[in-house]
């Protein structure tokens, strides 16, 4: 969809089956990111590059 073509990611099915979806970071660095389905894997990426890859998630959401 269009956030995908905005961010530039790039999906591919790797050799185990799974969706493995690619951003480039800078020049020389990018990340990948597996999921079961391209849509999954894409936004992981879209997470990623938005959040880095480590978040706080709130007690709150924690306990349910």
């Given amino acids: ?3 995908i073509e905005e ?3 790039f999906v591919v099915r790797n050799s185990k ?3 493995v979806s690619f951003v480039k970071l ?3 660095a990018m990340v990948g990111l597996t ?3 391209p849509l999954v894997a ?3 990426c879209l997470v990623w590059v938005a959040l ?3 978040i706080e ?3 709150q959401i924690l306990e349910n």
């Fill in 57 to 59: 998630v709130p007690d």
């Fill in 7 to 9: 961010k530039l990611i």
């Fill in 1 to 3: 969809g269009p956030l």
């Fill in 26 to 28: 800078d020049k020389y």
């Fill in 52 to 54: 880095g890859d480590e």
């Fill in 42 to 44: 894409a936004m992981r």
């Fill in 17 to 19: 089956n799974q969706w």
């Fill in 35 to 37: 999921a079961d389905t």
